[in-house]
């Protein structure tokens, strides 16, 4: 089963794709909490609240130097919720995720923006990785075929890491990315809701409705 998640501070918008979709949890980044003007201990709890105890969430770390990353994870980590920690995969990062994993605490490797910064996370131990999808191919390269050859990767050495890819702009990279079977995914809430939208939907449920009224009038399908 995909595991589903919101890449957003945005409660309400939870609560709406919560209503009609398995979402899994959020992701959040210190951008995303820093334009919420949200910080964790204020939004962890109500998204629980919305989404329920079993719920996933994904806290970054701000700490510029390996040890100020671990001990801000086992910090995180010990906080009331399944908390995945996020770790930037640079030299420093990757030094923290290896320290981390020693200790068994959850780990998604994240700014990742080339195949082999990714597998390198991977070798360090991270549960996740997210390679950014659109901000990849807005530098020229492309980012389904990132997220294709970790998946290749991963693949071939057996490795248990899981992609969740970030950084979505288009509902076509989403399906891009699901075709390769990616483990998990997190959708800003603008693409999220472009998967819900198809401009001739509605035009033809409400031509069923007015079909429908023609030749029965006001009965529901069970009484017609
Ligand atoms: O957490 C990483 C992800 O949120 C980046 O997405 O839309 O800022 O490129 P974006």
């Known amino acids: ?9 945005d409660v309400d918008a939870v609560t709406r794709f919560h209503n009609c979709l398995p979402v899994r949890g959020v992701t959040t ?3 995303i909490l820093a334009k919420a003007g949200l910080g964790i201990n204020r939004i962890l709890p109500e998204l629980a609240s919305i989404l329920g105890g079993d719920s996933r969430f994904f806290v970054q770390v701000v700490s510029q130097t390996a040890d100020g990353m671990v001990d801000e994870a086992r910090k995180i980590n010990a906080l009331p919720y399944d908390l995945v920690v996020k ?3 640079t030299e420093t990062g990757l030094a923290a995720i290896k320290q981390l994993k020693s ?12 195949t082999h910064q990714g ?4 070798l360090s131990g991270a549960d996740y990785l997210a390679p950014y999808v659109n901000r990849i191919d807005a530098m020229g390269a492309d980012g389904i075929k990132v997220v294709a050859d970790l998946q290749l990767l991963i693949n071939q050495y057996g490795l248990a890491t899981k992609l969740l890819p970030a950084s979505f702009k288009n509902s076509g990279q989403v399906v891009e990315v ?6 998990a995914i997190t959708l800003p809430v603008d693409v999220a809701a472009q998967l819900l939208a198809h401009p001739a939907v509605q035009p033809a449920v409400d031509q069923f409705t007015v079909d429908w009224h023609y030749a029965f009038d006001n009965q529901l399908s069970f009484e017609s």
């Open 1 to 9: 089963m995909l595991e589903f998640y919101l890449d957003t501070a």
């Open 87 to 89: 770790v930037p995969a």
């Open 119 to 122: 597998f390198l996370a991977a």
């Open 103 to 114: 200790e068994n605490i959850q780990i998604l490797a994240t700014a990742i923006y080339s």
């Open 29 to 31: 980044n210190p951008s």
């Open 178 to 183: 699901l075709k390769l079977g990616v483990a």
